[in-house]
């Protein structure tokens, strides 16, 4: 069936590291984001990429349709950046709806 | 500019008694969607609608009715609650259809006792 995977599902880093955040999905997609959830609970869109790559400052994302994998790289973490990041594909199979990972959760360190 | 925005952000309810829980968005888009997040479940999406005056069910309606009179408005309702529907709920917006760019309002979490 439809599928969507994240991994890993924790990670803990300390600041300054780099890191790389996967979203692995089953089939065609239409639609695929990146959220982060901060400690206070709130969603901010990351990036919209079904495909393709895209930075904004020391985040970026590649989305690799045919191979059916996104990746989003944080790079010279900050403890800001903890939290929850969340990928939502959407399937033109499934009517396009969004289906949700189930998020990896991000500590980092000072 | 506001984006979306939800009322109220915080509610307990007792079982078996109703409530409504409003989302605002000033961005003029068509479709608009509600979310349960809980704890190991990811978000999952409960109702949804294309349009003004259309909803249609998402993962996880039973319990749950919406409404959408307004273009900018989308209520949750819940007519007798149930300790299983506790949870932080979102609302989301998006200017096209399954392909549009998400955006979250800032959650409502609801306890039932």
């Known amino acids: 069936g439809i599928q969507v995977e994240q991994s890993p599902p924790d990670l803990i880093l300390q600041e300054g590291a780099n890191s790389t955040l996967r979203c692995n999905f089953s089939?065609?997609?239409?639609?695929l984001q990146w959220f982060h959830q901060n400690p206070w609970g709130q969603l901010i869109n990351l990036f919209y990429i079904p495909s393709g790559t895209k930075q904004n400052g020391r985040l970026s994302a590649t989305t690799v349709a045919t191979e059916r994998y996104s990746l989003l790289y944080i790079s010279s973490s900050q403890t800001t950046d903890s939290g929850v990041y969340f990928c939502a594909v959407g399937f033109p199979s499934n009517t396009g709806k969004l289906i949700f990972g189930q998020g990896t959760t991000l500590q980092v360190k000072p | 500019n506001a984006g979306v925005t939800q009322t109220p952000k915080f509610r307990v309810l007792k079982t078996g008694q109703s409530m409504t829980l409003l989302c605002a968005q000033d961005m003029n888009h068509e479709y608009m969607y509600w979310y349960r997040q809980d704890p190991g479940m990811g978000l999952r999406l409960i109702h949804y609608s294309v349009g003004e005056g259309t909803t249609a069910k998402g993962e996880v309606p039973d319990g749950y009715n919406v409404s959408r009179l307004k273009k900018q408005n989308f209520l949750l309702g819940l007519e007798s609650a149930a300790p299983s529907q506790t949870s932080v709920y979102f609302c989301?917006?998006?200017?096209?259809?399954?392909?549009?760019?998400?955006?979250f309002g800032e959650g409502s979490r609801l306890t039932v006792l």
């Open positions: 989301a917006s998006s200017y096209d259809s399954w392909t549009g760019e998400l955006f």
């Open positions: 089939d065609s997609v239409n639609n």
